[in-house]
Structure formats: structure tokens, C-alpha cells
């Protein structure tokens, strides 16, 4: 069994564990299916907005995408919740990831 057939079979068994839909999200980024991955990181970031990981993905999936602004919208909102989790790893990464599409002009 591959690593998308465990993943999807793990999900049945826990559809809320948004640490399984991230995996599953890469996985999907990894076979270039991306749309798939894309409503992966949307679900977590409606069901689990605080899962503050999703954040740096999706913009970085928007940005391959060419989709400036939702990459910007998503570094911004990562950041905000990193802010309020006290978690500074993450805003630092984000905060990088921003300064680098923002100074793209």
C-alpha cells in the first residue's frame, strides 16, 4: 500500500486530525495533484485555524500557483496567530516568506 492509500485509510479512521490532512496535503503537493492539496490546507485552516504549520505551506502553494495576494493573505493570517500562540519559529518563517513576496514589486 502506498503512502496515499495509509494516509486516506488513517483519515476515515480520524477525519478531524489535521496533522493527517497536512500529510495528506503534501502527499498531493509531492504527486503535483494540486488542487487536491490546496482544499486540504483550506479545510485545515477552516476547521483548525490555530494549526499555525499550515499556514507557511498554503502560501508557499499559492505562490507556486502564481496567486499573490491569497499568498500574502495567508503568510499575514499565519502570522497573526503565530503572534497570539507566542510561537516565535513560526513567526519568524512567515514573516520571512512575506518580506520576500511583499518585496517582489
Given at each position: 500500500m502506498d503512502r496515499l492509500q495509509?494516509?486516506?485509510?488513517?483519515?476515515?479512521e480520524s477525519p478531524q486530525d489535521s496533522f493527517l490532512l497536512f500529510a495528506l496535503a503534501k502527499e498531493y503537493e509531492k504527486r503535483n495533484e494540486l488542487k487536491k492539496a490546496l482544499d486540504h490546507y483550506r479545510e485545515i485552516v477552516e476547521k483548525d485555524p490555530d494549526y499555525v504549520g499550515v499556514y507557511y505551506h498554503l502560501g508557499k502553494l499559492y505562490e507556486?500557483?502564481?496567486?499573490?495576494?491569497?499568498?500574502?493573505?495567508?503568510?499575514?493570517?499565519?502570522?497573526?496567530?503565530?503572534?497570539?500562540?507566542?510561537?516565535?519559529?513560526?513567526?519568524?518563517?512567515?514573516?520571512?516568506?512575506?518580506?520576500?513576496?511583499?518585496?517582489?514589486d
Open positions: 495509509q494516509l486516506l485509510g488513517l483519515l476515515k507556486r500557483q502564481q496567486q499573490r495576494a491569497e499568498a500574502l493573505a495567508a503568510y499575514e493570517e499565519g502570522m497573526n496567530k503565530s503572534r497570539q500562540q507566542g510561537d516565535q519559529h513560526s513567526l519568524a518563517e512567515l514573516s520571512a516568506a512575506h518580506m520576500q513576496l511583499a518585496g517582489e
